[in-house]
């Protein structure tokens, strides 16, 4: 079935480097894609979403940017600061039928370990 | 704005017993849902409200979960009885509208069974 998937199931950057962080995704009827940071012990945190009819979209020291030729999507954290280690996921968004039904898929998630 | 609010955090049970988790969404937020994340993987949906009437629950084990929101505010998720297989972080978000949006997550509960 439709799935969304990682590249690289961990990361590891030096702090003040920055990070890139990939995904590639399978359904091309998604609407909208979104990263999600996830912290230990702690629910996803929203970071940063981009429409399917936009290429990059930019946030305080994230960008977000969406190739649908290849269908791969990738998150860049600039100058990445140790606050940043957790987990990364990428996640589609697609409706069914329109109205409240859109559905959230999230991919298993990339660890971004920060070294000072 | 105080987020979402979930309990236990921890639960621990054998197998075949059963188990309740409580939601607290976000004041104001009608689409409430429930994810089910196990270890090392990537939250699934399992049951999805809008106000107090069920939107998709089309990957919910009817079997042995059942979830309700009866006054369209907090939520209910319970498993009766549980398996193995049912450890797992059992996460609450909510949205203002369900749309294309945020959804704000609570800390979640983790349930082990042993």
């Known amino acids: 079935g439709e799935s969304v998937g990682l590249h690289l199931p961990t990361l590891s950057v030096q702090e003040g480097d920055n990070s890139i962080i990939n995904c590639a995704y399978s359904n091309s009827a998604s609407d909208y894609f979104i990263w999600y940071k996830q912290e230990s012990g702690k629910g996803p945190q929203f970071i940063i979403d981009?429409?399917?009819?936009?290429d990059k979209r930019q946030g305080q020291r994230v960008t977000v940017l969406l190739n649908k030729t290849v269908k791969h999507l990738s998150l860049q954290i600039a100058a990445t600061q140790p606050g940043d280690s957790a987990v990364y996921f990428c996640?589609?968004?697609?409706?069914?039928?329109?109205?409240?039904?859109?559905?959230?898929?999230f991919g298993k998630g990339t660890l971004l370990t920060v070294n000072p | 704005e105080a987020g979402v609010a979930q309990s236990p955090r921890y639960k621990i049970i054998e197998k075949r017993q059963s188990v309740a988790f409580w939601c607290n969404p976000i004041s104001g937020h009608a689409t409430l849902y429930w994810y089910q994340q196990i270890l090392g993987q990537g939250p699934k949906l399992l049951i999805q409200?809008?106000?107090?009437?069920?939107?998709?629950d089309s990957q919910l084990p009817k079997d042995r979960f059942s979830a309700e929101r009866l006054k369209g505010v907090d939520s209910t998720l319970k498993i009766q009885p549980a398996k193995l297989e049912d450890s797992a972080v059992y996460l609450c978000a909510s949205s203002l509208h369900g749309g294309p949006y945020e959804q704000y997550f609570g800390p979640g509960t983790r349930l082990t069974v042993t």
């Open positions: 996640a589609e968004m697609g409706g069914s039928g329109g109205g409240s039904n859109y559905k959230l898929t």
């Open positions: 409200f809008q106000n107090n009437g069920v939107v998709d």
């Open positions: 981009i429409r399917s009819n936009m």
